[in-house]
């Protein structure tokens, strides 16, 4: 299987902050990446797919670049609504598998 | 609306066995694969496997293959994800949810990914 970690696991940051989020595979997965934010109690939400492609509907203040088996998400100016933990899930094999998560809180 | 509904919270037994539901309306459900994801409270996602409900073609994740069984009924656009035996380790919410394909195959697809998620079954199981 892909093996799937995220850095940091955790992070604090102030609204309009300037975040960034790193996900690596232990192999090349090229730009099978997609990336989905979580809010307490609710669904994953899709945010960004084929490692730069912004979901519909997703604010343009998210971003994603990498390629192989490094990737970042990118969250240019953070807001309030922000807050929440976001995965990394590789679809280069189909056997998905999701990183650990990392969670942004409020400094 | 695209949409995935899922069965309400299950609380259970030891032993005892269980079939949650996840009911596609708003698009064709059989040209979208559906998966099924795990999250223990307070920790991560865990692909468990999907379904094509065209076919019932299914793969599994090896953590999971023997646990569980996935279903469909392409007839009442709904997938089903079932237990013959639960455990307390059991306990969990799991989410269904469309993996989105531009093609039916998926295959070299940069696009594969979870874009419909269900809102979550809870299920409790007691010792």
Request: aromatic residues 12%.
């Amino acid at each position: 299987d892909i093996q799937m970690t995220q850095s940091p696991s955790s992070l604090s940051a102030s609204v309009r902050d300037r975040v960034t989020i790193t996900c690596r595979a232990s192999q090349s997965i090229n730009r099978y990446l997609n990336w989905y934010q979580q809010k307490p109690g609710k669904a994953p939400k899709l945010l960004i797919y084929a490692a730069s492609s912004l979901q519909s509907g997703v604010p343009s203040r998210f971003s994603g670049s990498g390629s192989g088996t490094d990737f970042t998400l990118t969250i240019s100016s953070l807001q309030p609504e922000d807050f929440a933990t976001y995965y990394c899930q590789q679809s280069y094999s189909t056997a998905f598998t999701f990183g650990p998560g990392t969670k942004v809180d409020i400094k | 609306e695209v949409q995935l509904v899922q069965s309400g919270a299950e609380v259970k037994k030891s032993g005892e066995s269980l079939k949650i539901s996840c009911k596609g309306s708003g698009y064709s459900f059989t040209s979208y694969w559906i998966g099924w994801v795990r999250q223990v409270t307070g920790k991560g996602l865990e692909w468990m496997g999907t379904i094509s409900p065209g076919d019932s073609a299914s793969r599994y994740s090896p953590s999971f293959q023997g646990q569980v069984t996935i279903s469909a009924d392409k007839s009442i656009n709904t997938a089903y994800l079932q237990w013959s035996s639960l455990k307390a380790s059991d306990t969990a919410m799991y989410y269904c949810a469309r993996r989105y394909c531009s093609s039916i195959s998926c295959y070299g697809d940069l696009k594969d990914s979870f874009d419909i998620w269900g809102q979550g079954t809870m299920v409790a199981v007691s010792s």
